[in-house]
């Protein structure tokens, strides 16, 4: 069947929209990048993230953007088919490269990073080439920020915005702040604030929260401050302090699972996947709040679970993986 883009037809479809690269993690963990004696590639890429998350939850996804017509990029498409990802929105650019990012874990897992994009193909995504019928078959589109720094991709990001709200699509969006890819820190902050108003599901980290809101209080208050009408759900992670959820009639906590933290990458795409999993067929979850602390707290655990395995795509949870974890965590 042509119809669907080679997706199957039970539950909705999430379609992630950005890049998709490659980041090098050093062998060793907490040293610097000129320290580290060698490097490991590991497929990532927020919003490709998002949709292996969705796809090894049982969810339905598909990913929009470009790739280098070289290794790397035919890798990376190669991955996502592996997940059940369906792979119909992606194109080759066979002038510039898969983008490549080297990334470092420092002693608390934290994360240091250095981009290889002078341009990459996912920066030369350019409208015309968006599919737009797998686009408008979505029930949720998906998105994060690095895809509105430079021409052509900013279009496309706009347009495919426009198409999926058009069709009926719940807007969802991760600004994933990375200041070193932009010309400056309020450009970056103009630029992820250009399009707010649009998504009904925002989620933020709160050194995002703080970025954003030039606060340095992770507050009911500060939160609220990014609050839009068209919003029905603001969440701000707080790391292995859980989150906070803000919605139009209620707000509050959900607590997080204690783990040993070996890498954060992909923690927040993992909470992001899950989330859009439980959402995706239900929205009215989002006004029910003891469905949605319910739905919060797997997706906590999807987050938690990523963070105790190097990497991001392969320390995606798979449904299993999730029962014996939360029935560990009763």
């Not at 790397?72 to 929105?89: P, T, W, Y």
């Not at 890498?263 to 239900?282: H, N, P």
Request: some cysteine.
């Amino acid at each position: 069947m042509a119809s669907n883009n080679g997706v199957n037809d039970d539950g909705g479809l999430i379609v992630s929209f950005g890049e998709m690269l490659i980041d090098f993690v050093p062998t060793v963990s907490g040293v610097s990048l000129a320290e580290a004696p060698g490097f490991l590639k590991a497929p990532g890429g927020a919003p490709a993230n998002v949709a292996i998350a969705v796809s090894r939850l049982g969810g339905k996804s598909a990913f929009v953007g470009k790739l280098g017509d070289d290794e790397f990029g035919h890798m990376l498409a190669g991955i996502l088919k592996e997940n059940g990802v369906s792979g119909n929105g992606i194109c080759f650019d066979q002038g510039a490269r898969t983008a490549l990012a080297f990334v470092t874990l420092k002693s608390d897992g934290d994360r240091e990073f250095m981009f290889y994009r002078n341009p990459s193909a996912d920066m030369l995504l350019t409208p015309d080439e968006l599919n737009l019928e797998l686009i408008r078959s979505a029930k949720v589109f998906h998105y994060g920020s690095i895809s509105l720094i430079v021409e052509p991709c900013r279009s496309a990001h706009l347009k495919a915005m426009e198409v999926a709200k058009d069709a009926g699509a719940l807007l969802s969006y991760d600004p994933n702040l990375r200041l070193p890819l932009w010309p400056s820190a309020k450009e970056a902050r103009e630029q992820i604030m250009s399009i707010w108003d649009k998504a009904e599901v925002i989620k933020v980290s709160d050194n995002e929260l703080e970025f954003l809101t030039g606060s340095d209080k992770i507050d009911d208050e500060s939160a609220m401050s990014l609050w839009h009408p068209n919003l029905k759900l603001l969440l701000v992670t707080l790391g292995d302090k859980g989150c906070n959820y803000y919605t139009k009639h209620f707000h509050g906590t959900v607590g997080a699972f204690q783990v040993k933290a070996v890498d954060t990458t992909g923690a927040g795409d993992s909470f992001v996947g899950a989330l859009l999993t439980k959402i995706v067929d239900d929205q009215s979850v989002l006004e029910d709040e003891g469905k949605l602390k319910e739905i919060l707290r797997y997706a906590c655990a999807c987050g938690a679970i990523t963070t105790t395995k190097k990497g991001a795509i392969p320390a995606l949870p798979t449904v299993p993986e999730l029962d014996v974890f939360l029935n560990a965590h009763h």
